[in-house]
């Protein structure tokens, strides 16, 4: 979503801009958390962010994360830079990858290992901007809008073609995360895996921070490297979001309809026949749900295989009604009804992966403070529920 700027027109402020937003959060692994995240758009250039959050729950976790996206290349013009890290701590760590019966789609809801643990990672993506179609050239797109809506500046022109609407992109993502448990066992030993994640995207929205119309489509290839503590493996992902505008009513100022199709496959992954397995990606990467963005309703990693599908659908309905109007920089809220179906499987197959499929549903607000979307869902599944708070639409 990156590369683009928001005038609005409703706020006068120019130049640097900070934002302190205080969270909350619970989530069946980690518990009842508070927190607190930051960003200063506009700096060190016009379009680019620096930002970061730390939290801490009652149930003894630590974290901190930190970033900086959006920076361009003097030297490189079509070239963007993103960097990123997260440290934890947790006293009561979930890995369900390390339970006696695995993270498969049949796995129990209690077969996992707790324990105190660490997780580490840090990411770096550098994306190009190609040179396709009627934005190819607008490095740094503008949208202009009135109190967080659209008024100018939509990169959908109503077809699904790269070379007449929307904007295109290639990435390279470099990658390294650790994850580790105090007392180290066969099963829950420490995982570490390194690599680098390519992608095409292709963003035809009207508004990437909040779509009313239009698509968006990602094709990813992973390659992870032999770190000795993780296999080399390969995976390969394709992302499809399609977002339907139903108008306005006497209550709403904006309804949208979004949908979200997603899967993941690890050619590499090889079962022999005495039961181990080679070439199989890190529990929390490749074909894994559970978490902030595919089925909500369970736990981070509750899933993990060779193969994975996840449909998700959400109905965005902005009211009319605005309890904190008086304040330019709160620009709307939105409620959210959200459900999804999906499963892991230990081959891609589609007859496999649309049986037994679990369900998450739940209900989100969104809001947009200044020019950031916060989210915070609420999910449910056959498992518990948890509430999350991030930055962003899910899709």
């Given at each position: 979503m990156a590369f683009k700027m928001?005038?609005?027109?409703?706020?006068?402020?120019?130049?640097?801009?900070?934002?302190?937003?205080?969270f909350g959060f619970k989530t069946e692994a980690s518990g009842a958390g508070l927190g607190i995240g930051a960003t200063y758009s506009g700096w060190p250039q016009k379009q680019a962010i620096v930002g970061g959050a730390a939290w801490k729950t009652f149930d003894k976790t630590d974290a901190i994360y930190?970033?900086?996206?959006?920076?361009?290349?003097p030297f490189a013009k079509r070239f963007f830079v993103m960097v990123h890290g997260f440290d934890s701590s947790y006293d009561n760590m979930v890995s369900y990858a390390s339970g006696s019966g695995g993270s498969g789609n049949s796995s129990g809801e209690k077969?996992?290992?707790?324990?105190h643990g660490w997780d580490q990672w840090v990411e770096g993506?550098?994306?190009?901007?190609?040179?396709?179609?009627p934005f190819g050239d607008d490095l740094i797109h503008t949208y202009t809008t009135n109190r967080g809506l659209l008024t100018e500046g939509s990169v959908y022109k109503g077809t699904y073609d790269p070379s007449e609407s929307g904007r295109s992109y290639f990435k390279i993502k470099p990658y390294y995360r650790h994850r580790w448990y105090r007392e180290s066992t066969p099963s829950n030993g420490s995982v570490e895996t390194g690599g680098v994640r390519f992608t095409l995207e292709y963003d035809n929205t009207?508004?990437?921070?909040?779509?009313s119309e239009g698509s968006k489509t990602m094709l990813r290839l992973y390659q992870g490297?032999?770190?000795?503590?993780?296999?080399?493996w390969t995976g390969v992902e394709f992302d499809f979001s399609k977002y339907w505008e139903l108008g306005e009513s006497s209550w709403f100022s904006k309804q949208v309809l979004a949908f979200n199709f997603w899967t993941v496959d690890t050619p590499s992954w090889n079962e022999r026949d005495n039961g181990s397995v080679t070439g199989a990606s890190p529990y929390f990467m490749g074909a894994a749900l559970g978490g902030y963005t595919r089925q909500r309703g369970y736990p981070f990693y509750r899933f993990h295989d060779k193969a994975a599908i996840n449909y998700a659908v959400e109905y965005r309905v902005m009211p009319k009604w605005n309890p904190l109007g008086t304040f330019n920089w709160f620009k709307w809220w939105e409620v959210v009804p959200f459900a999804e179906v999906g499963r892991v499987a230990p081959y891609w197959s589609?007859?496999?992966?649309?049986?037994?499929?679990k369900v998450s549903a739940g209900v989100g607000l969104r809001v947009m403070i200044l020019n950031s979307v916060l989210r915070l869902d609420m999910a449910g599944?056959?498992?518990g529920a948890n509430v999350w708070a991030m930055i962003n639409q899910t899709f």
């Open positions: 928001v005038q609005d027109t409703s706020d006068p402020h120019e130049g640097p801009r900070l934002l302190v937003v205080p930190l970033n900086l996206t959006d920076f361009q290349l077969d996992f290992y707790k324990g993506e550098l994306t190009y901007v190609l040179p396709w179609g009207d508004f990437t921070y909040d779509p490297v032999d770190t000795g503590k993780s296999d080399a589609p007859l496999e992966l649309h049986g037994d499929m599944s056959s498992e």
